[in-house]
């Protein structure tokens, strides 16, 4: 990374978005609830869509403003809609498949991304952690899926958070409601890192400056390969990633890198 930060900082109500030394920070600006409308769903998509191929943009940090880093879907919004001639399935159905096309970007992304969660992470909004990569919290941040509370079953959420949860610990969450504490998601799996809210950005900082400084290629190739194989057979994941590490090894960022290490130097990484 250059040794000066070159920062930009836009403003996509109701997202601010920051860029510095190949860290984009976008921050869910809609306090108090910062929860996924419509708006708040499509300005994220659409900021981490603009970077997919942007080479000055090594990794993601999402994180919030607030006592609340995103409640979820904005029920207010939807239940607007309930009075619309078809009781609102129209307006359903364009909410639940553009959160799941959200998740799916994020999930899909070449660049790893990382929630920094200050604060509540609720329904959907715990659906955003579990669909990062790497997830931080304060020591004071709680999650939940509470849908069962007011008879709406956490489906689309479940997706993300079975596939970071045990299944046990995944069930207890949707089928009680109840708040979680950092400590408990940290045992259960859904966050990686628990600290103090004075050094949570540092934190989340860190753990993206230690990845912005690996290869983009390998970052890329190795996040595709690490969800792709998840889905996969044990003996098909084995096939799929020995093709990858081969063409992994034909990638000039890989001679370099083997090259720097066994000359003892720093590689130079040309993202090839």
Not at 86 to 101: A, N
Not at 181 to 197: C, E, I, K, S, Y
Request: hydrophobic content about 45%; some cysteine.
């Amino acid at each position: 990374m250059a040794d000066t930060a070159a920062v930009q900082e836009t403003i996509e109500a109701p997202v601010a978005v920051s860029e510095a030394d190949g860290i984009l920070q976008l921050t869910l600006a809609s306090p108090p609830a910062n929860a996924l409308s419509i708006a708040m769903m499509e300005a994220l998509k659409g900021a981490l869509e603009r970077v997919r191929d942007d080479d000055a943009v090594r990794v993601i940090v999402l994180r919030s403003e607030g006592k609340v880093f995103c409640a979820g879907h904005d029920l207010k919004e939807l239940t607007a809609h309930r009075a619309d001639a078809d009781r609102g399935r129209e307006f359903f159905e364009e909410t639940m498949r553009l959160c799941s096309s959200l998740m799916q970007t994020i999930v899909r992304h070449p660049k790893p991304v990382i929630a920094e969660v200050s604060g509540v992470a609720t329904a959907a909004g715990c659906q955003l952690v579990a669909s990062c990569d790497l997830a931080v919290a304060g020591e004071t941040a709680r999650f939940a899926t509470p849908g069962v509370n007011i008879g709406l079953f956490c489906s689309t959420p479940m997706v993300a958070l079975s596939r970071n949860v045990s299944r046990k610990h995944a069930m207890e969450m949707l089928l009680t409601g109840e708040m979680i504490d950092a400590q408990t998601a940290l045992t259960f799996g859904l966050v990686n890192r628990v600290v103090p809210q004075g050094i949570l950005n540092q934190t989340a900082m860190n753990f993206a400056q230690t990845i912005a400084s690996k290869s983009p290629l390998t970052l890329k190739i190795g996040k595709e390969a690490f969800y792709a194989q998840a889905e996969m057979a044990l003996s098909q994941a084995y096939d799929y990633t020995v093709r990858v590490m081969v063409e992994n090894m034909m990638a000039r960022d890989a001679e370099e890198g083997i090259g720097a290490f066994i000359e003892k130097r720093a590689p130079e990484w040309q993202g090839k």
